[in-house]
């Protein structure tokens, strides 16, 4: 049975930094990233990293964020420095598996607020 675990998520205040970290477990990943989704607005890409740590990110987080993998652990990481009000949402992990299927965790609150 496959699994996706974030935790992490929390208050900030504005100029803060948060870890997210996101365990996958039951299969085989390639891709892993981040997503999220803030009130009244569509769920939006953050960053990507393949198993080879090819990493890609939204513009908005380039500079601030930083995606970051262990594969021996199926385990992915986001870095979040510099956060902003605008950085407040759910954040969901995505995990794709090498046999095609993408998975969804249930997701983590970030607020940035003083």
């Known amino acids: 049975q496959v699994q996706v675990v974030e935790s992490g998520g929390g208050l900030v205040q504005p100029g803060g930094s948060l870890r997210l970290s996101c365990v996958a477990s039951?299969?085989?990943?390639?891709?892993m990233g981040w997503y999220r989704q803030a009130p009244g607005k569509e769920r939006e890409l953050v960053a990507t990293i393949t198993s080879t740590a090819r990493t890609n990110y939204a513009d908005s987080v380039k500079g601030r964020f930083t995606i970051s993998r262990d594969n021996r652990k199926n385990t992915v990481y986001l870095q979040m420095n510099s956060l902003k009000p605008e950085d407040t949402a759910v954040y969901y992990c995505?995990?794709?598996?090498?046999?095609?299927?993408?998975?969804w965790g249930q997701g983590t609150q970030v607020t940035v607020s003083s």
């Open positions: 995505n995990a794709e598996s090498v046999f095609g299927p993408i998975f």
């Open positions: 039951g299969n085989i990943f390639g891709i």
